[in-house]
């Protein structure tokens, strides 16, 4: 169900996608709006759930993480527990930065990001084989970013 939301709640909702950091009055004034009524409209978007959390987008090379990988994961034996295994193990695991269940050969594809192929590989042994519950996995690296994550597309909502 998409939610009820108007055209300058679409509006605000793309100004803070592109930049968090903005403060209300900046997006009020994108908005056409006063600051007042912008702060209730974005208050009434994080109590709804439609803003889950605003955060600060870090330059990863510039921090040192130079290597980025792809890891595809087959769990076997297929049982729930093994699935709930893996999936808790992930959320303790700073270097996976996205993960996700998929259809096909592989149950999931797990982002890392890591310094260099050294501390990836020491992710792989001393973190993803001692859970036990992994059949198979497959690995590719990230070359370059070609496009990065700018948020959500909002062109369908008629707001």
Known sequence: MIADLDSIDV????????????????????????????WRRIRRLETEGIIKRRSVVLDRRSIG??????????????LPENFAI????????EEVTEAVIMTGPY??????????IDSYNEFVAE???PLRV????????????VKEGRGLPLGHIEG
Do not use: H, W
């Open 134 to 145: 992994i059949g198979d996995f497959r690995t590719s690296v990230q070359i370059r970013n």
């Open 86 to 93: 893996f999936e808790d193990a992930l959320q303790s695991f």
């Open 11 to 38: 509006r605000i909702l793309a100004a803070l996608q592109e930049d968090a950091g903005r403060s209300v009055a900046e997006i009020a004034e994108l908005v056409g709006l006063t600051p007042s009524p912008c």
């Open 107 to 116: 149950d999931y594809l797990v982002k890392v990001v890591m310094p260099d």
């Open 65 to 78: 993480l130079m290597f980025t990988a792809y890891i595809e994961v087959k769990i076997a034996p297929a």
């Open 127 to 129: 973190k993803m084989i």
